[in-house]
T-cell receptor, first 113, second 114 residues
């Protein structure tokens, strides 16, 4: 049990589908993150929420839409994805501040067909 | 801009031997440095961090890391490797003067042979 739970663990979707990834943290943290992990590439920071406000959006295509309804929950809404969006999507949480480590979930393995 | 480099895609070591996984960084302010480990089909797990103070930092599972300011390095070490240490290791850096943005290296695959 990592304290950060992601669902689903695996997702296969067509390019015209709409789906959502869910993340929940039970650690009392006030910052949450979405990262994309692709083979042979560094982890890509997608979005950062701090105190439920989006503070980072790294030029992510609009087909990815984050939502943070409260400090414990984070969603990533997906629509009209491309095959190159297939990757492991990792959610993380932390306390505010540069010296706080991130705690990661086990990720959602997304395959776009 | 901050960045981190892990020059080795893979490190091979025999069980019982010491291991080193290399990391160098670049930041404009004071560095906050982290090591994470990732096992197959899992998320990243925090191992240790350097914020300030002693240059040798001890972490989980017997790992330690040495901060070297002049060489801008933060190498991960363990005196005696275990087969169960085989995993993907990530170095990460955060600029103390900037946002909560944590930048990761490309990862180093550690393979420990029995």
């Amino acid at each position: 049990e990592t304290g950060v739970t992601q669902t689903p663990r695996h997702l296969v979707m067509g390019m015209t589908n709409k789906k959502s990834l869910k993340c929940e943290q039970h650690l009392g943290h006030n910052a949450m993150y979405w990262y994309k992990q692709s083979a042979k590439k560094p982890l890509e920071l997608m979005f950062v929420y701090s105190l439920e406000e989006r503070v980072e959006n790294n030029s992510v295509p609009s087909r990815f839409s984050p939502e943070c309804p409260n400090s414990s929950h984070l969603f990533l809404h997906l629509h009209t994805l491309q095959p190159e969006d297939s990757a492991l999507y990792l959610c993380a949480s932390s306390q505010e501040g540069p010296n706080s480590p991130l705690h990661f979930g086990n990720g959602t393995r997304l395959t776009v067909t | 801009a901050q960045s981190v480099a892990q020059p080795e895609d893979q490190v091979n070591v025999a069980e019982g031997n010491p291991l080193t996984v290399k990391c160098t960084y670049s930041v404009s302010g004071n560095p906050y440095l982290f090591w994470y480990v990732q096992y197959p089909n899992r998320g990243l797990q925090f191992l240790l961090k350097y914020i300030t103070g002693d240059n040798l930092v001890k972490g989980s599972y017997g790992f330690e890391a040495e901060f070297n300011k002049s060489q801008t390095s933060f190498h991960l070490k363990k005196p005696s490797a275990l087969v169960s240490d085989s995993a993907l290791y990530f170095c990460a850096v955060r600029d103390g003067g900037a946002t909560n943005k944590l930048i990761f290296g490309t990862g180093t695959l550690l393979a420990v042979q029995p």
